[in-house]
């Protein structure tokens, strides 16, 4: 049975009054900043009737703990500000990696974890004969633990939460997204609440 990926998201900081922000910007649009916060359900209307070039206005920076295939997909949000934990210049000194639960308790685990070790042993191996991180992390695998810090204006927040919540996304990915869903919609409910 799959349970999880151990991910971890974590909201850094966000457009203060984000809400308020983009209200008021579409208010704008229609010269009514008089009635902002007077209607309820007026930001979710311009929503879902597709006027998401308002909800540019406000960002959330994230930080985000997972595996090296995630960051290869995530980074591929281009409208998306990333900082990453580097392997060039920072040595891995344990072996930190995802061990995708759908691997189970089986023979493919002892498989998965030798595979693991391997690596491991060969990436300390080339540290101490004198090979910069740089090149030793070549042998690293994608499973390695990393994090990193992304930061995306609302609406690209909404297209990435659609699209790697999908059931077709990554498993790990799904895991990472849901995460910054549910903070999304906890602290953002007018803009993120019917996704």
Same mark, same amino acid.
């Not at 308020?20 to 009635?35: H, I, M, P, W």
């Not at 391997?118 to 990436?123: E, G, L, V």
């Not at 906890?186 to 409910?189: G, K, L, R, V």
């Given at each position: 049975m799959v349970t999880s990926y151990n991910t971890i998201v974590k909201l850094l900081s966000a457009t203060p009054k984000a809400q308020?922000?983009?209200?008021?910007? +579409?208010? %704008?649009? &229609?010269? =009514?900043?008089?009635?902002t916060g007077q209607s309820e359900d007026w930001l979710q209307k311009r929503v879902l009737d597709g006027h998401e070039s308002l909800i540019e206005h406000s960002s959330a920076t994230f930080y985000i703990r997972c595996s090296r295939v995630v =960051?290869?997909?995530l980074v591929r949000h281009r409208l998306a500000s990333y900082s990453q934990r580097s392997q060039r210049y920072v040595k891995e000194a344990e072996p930190k990696f995802i061990t995708p639960p759908e691997i189970g308790d089986s023979? %493919? *685990?002892?498989?998965?974890?030798?595979i693991m070790d391997?690596?491991?042993?060969? &990436?300390g191996e080339m540290l101490k004969q004198g090979i910069k991180p740089e090149i030793a992390r070549y042998v690293l695998p994608n499973a390695c633990e990393t994090q990193i810090i992304m930061t995306m204006n609302f609406r690209e927040l909404r297209h990435f939460i659609k699209l790697r919540t999908s059931p077709r996304a990554l498993p790990e990915m799904r895991e990472v997204a849901g995460k910054v869903k549910?903070?999304?919609q906890?602290?953002?409910?007018k803009i993120f +609440?019917? *996704?």
């Open positions: 308020e922000n983009v209200e008021f910007a +579409g208010r %704008l649009c &229609y010269d =009514t900043q008089n009635k =960051t290869h997909e023979e %493919l *685990l002892l498989i998965f974890n030798s391997q690596c491991w042993f060969a &990436y549910v903070l999304c906890a602290f953002w409910p +609440g019917d *996704l």
